[in-house]
């Protein structure tokens, strides 16, 4: 792996970015999952679950373009 930079980071470091997006995704994935699953009972508790389903999914969306961006540069580095 090259020691040069593109957009300010190194191929390894794209591609340490990707892992940790890829993490992000499958926990925030996980969480809503067991939100989903009819872990949780109850008008407020249901309430609850929701906005944590809500902020998890906007989370994994913010994960997902990250993780994009840093697979695609880190597969097409060329260090320019």
């Excluded at 008008?43 to 999914?57: E, L, T």
């Amino acid at each position: 792996m090259s020691e040069e930079k593109h957009r300010g980071k190194t191929q390894k470091q794209w591609i340490e970015e990707a892992a940790r997006q890829h993490t992000n995704l499958c926990l925030f994935g996980s969480v809503v999952a067991i939100m989903e699953g009819g872990n949780v009972h109850g008008g407020k508790a249901q309430a609850a679950a929701q906005q944590i389903i809500n902020r998890c999914q906007t989370a994994m969306q913010t994960a997902l373009r990250s993780y994009d961006e840093a697979a695609f540069e880190g597969q097409n580095f060329d260090g320019q």
